[in-house]
């Protein structure tokens, strides 16, 4: 008696990981995705990608002007180099949905030919407030400032087979507390 219990959870253990581990596996596919959206500056594919319910505290046009803006901005582009998924989290269901949270790691270049000095402080600054000291380093050869920022994102999902991402910034704090729910929250 006491063996066949014992096989049952390890049989119920395992369903459970491989379960974890299938959707670790799909959401890791599903952001890379993701991010080469933006990468290739396909921003509509881009926004399809975010969580609809983001759109009740930034309308989608909004949303597709600002990565508009960032990505095909004349002034200053600003490039993907690389991204790298480093850590996707258990799935975990709260109000009928499933949610993960993903580190991630991105190295991007910001042209900054043209401006005038001030400017390229003020940017450095900027820059540097966002992504940390050590994060960003400006190669005036090139007049273009690579960073290598650490971040994350939270990935959404009803049926563990198509999900969706809101970007988890630090100043966007506010705003995510009336799209994911405060247990999620907590963790980020």
């Not at 995705?33 to 396909?42: Q, R, V």
């Not at 597709?64 to 480093?86: A, D, F, H, Q, W």
Request: glycine content about 4%.
């Amino acid at each position: 008696m006491k063996t066949k219990f014992l096989l049952s959870l390890f049989v119920l253990m395992s369903v459970c990981f491989s379960a974890q581990s299938n959707d670790q596996q799909i959401i890791s596919k599903s952001f890379s995705s993701f991010l080469g959206n933006l990468k290739s500056k396909d921003i509509d594919k881009a926004v399809e990608g975010i969580y609809p319910k983001f759109f009740t505290v930034l309308p989608k046009d909004q949303m597709t002007m600002i990565l508009n803006m960032t990505y095909n901005n004349p002034i200053m582009k600003v490039e993907i180099i690389n991204y790298n998924v480093t850590q996707v989290g258990n799935s975990e269901l709260v109000n009928g949905e499933h949610f993960s949270i993903v580190n991630y790691s991105t190295r991007i270049r910001c042209n900054a030919e043209g401006m005038q000095e001030e400017m390229r402080n003020n940017i450095k600054k900027m820059l540097v407030q966002k992504y940390g000291n050590g994060s960003v380093v400006y190669y005036p050869n090139e007049m273009a400032y690579y960073i290598n920022a650490k971040t994350k994102a939270c990935a959404i999902s009803k049926d563990r087979k198509n999900w969706k991402y809101v970007l988890v910034e630090k100043e966007m704090k506010s705003q995510l507390n009336k799209v994911l729910p405060k247990k999620i929250l907590d963790k980020i």
